[in-house]
């Protein structure tokens, strides 16, 4: 997260930043905007008292959404809220993103708005966690490929970069869920069908080795994940993936597990 981090200090330690009152006035389908012309969403946790620090969750949106989507979304605000994390969701250019190659407006963009939110908000910057859905995930894959050094973990859901890209930077932490019959971003199986091959980018960068299986879980009856982790990797990285037989979607609950995991907390449901 290219200079970023000390962005954000920078602006914590100014007065300003300890007075209100927090953007009431752009939450939900109310769009913040940037000096750039570009725009956010913001939705604040249940019950949050204006003070304490809150993790962040930056959720890059489906193609042709828009960040009003995910803020009011049950599998991601919906997790969000009832864990103390404050979900912030950019909005693409033509409802979409650009993640193809590392020359991209979006990964600078993604840094904009995180120091924005930190004008407002007492950020947790030890937890900045970010995600996305289908393309979206692809993009918040390429945010933490090109400016990822500070982010706590990735959360993606159905969506990659090609494995054989180059990461200039990356996240602390790596989870990230696919569905074994998704025909809209493909699984992508390795050699022989290799189940493993969606996170090998990051498995190769980190330096992980040999993964464990962690056996079947599931947040609701009818969806199981097979979950594999690679927990020795070089620098106390981490990476995670749960596969499942379904198609193009956000699994009920996984979302809130991954949120549940990271914070320390008991994983409940929803």
Same mark, same amino acid.
């Given at each position: ?86 979900? +912030?969701? /950019?909005? @693409?250019? $033509? ?5 193809? !190659?590392? #020359?991209?407006?979006?990964?600078? %963009? ?55 890209? +180059?990461? /200039?930077? @990356?996240? $602390? ?5 696919? !569905?074994? #019959?998704?025909?809209?971003?493909? %699984? ?83």
């Amino acid at each position: 997260m290219k200079y970023i981090a000390l962005l954000i200090a920078a602006l914590f330690a100014t007065p300003a930043l300890a007075m209100g009152p927090w953007k009431d006035t752009c939450q939900l389908d109310i769009q913040c905007e940037l000096d750039s012309g570009r725009s956010y969403h913001v939705k604040v946790p249940d019950g949050w008292d204006g003070e304490t620090k809150l993790p962040v969750l930056m959720h890059f949106h489906g193609w042709q959404r828009t960040g009003a989507l995910p803020v009011q979304h049950q599998r991601i605000s919906g997790a969000t809220r009832r864990r103390d994390v404050l979900l +912030i969701a /950019p909005n @693409g250019n $033509r409802k979409t993103w650009d993640f193809w !190659g590392d #020359n991209t407006d979006d990964v600078p %963009f993604g840094d904009a708005v995180l120091a924005d939110v930190a004008k407002t908000y007492p950020i947790d910057l030890e937890r900045i966690y970010v995600s996305g859905y289908s393309y979206g995930s692809a993009m918040a894959w390429r945010f933490a490929c090109e400016s990822g050094n500070d982010i706590a973990a990735l959360i993606a859901v159905s969506g990659t970069l090609n494995q054989d890209v +180059i990461c /200039p930077e @990356g996240p $602390r932490e790596v989870r990230h869920v696919h !569905g074994t #019959n998704d025909t809209v971003m493909d %699984f992508p199986f390795g050699r022989g069908g290799d189940t493993t091959y969606p996170v090998k980018l990051w498995r190769d960068k980190f330096g992980c080795g040999k993964g464990q299986g962690q056996g079947k879980w599931n947040a609701v009856d009818f969806l199981s994940f097979d979950r594999t982790t690679w927990d020795t990797c070089n620098d106390g990285h981490k990476v995670t993936l749960d596969v499942h037989a379904g198609g193009h979607f956000i699994p009920h609950g996984w979302i809130a597990r991954q949120l549940d995991e990271l914070l320390g907390r008991t994983p409940t449901y929803p």
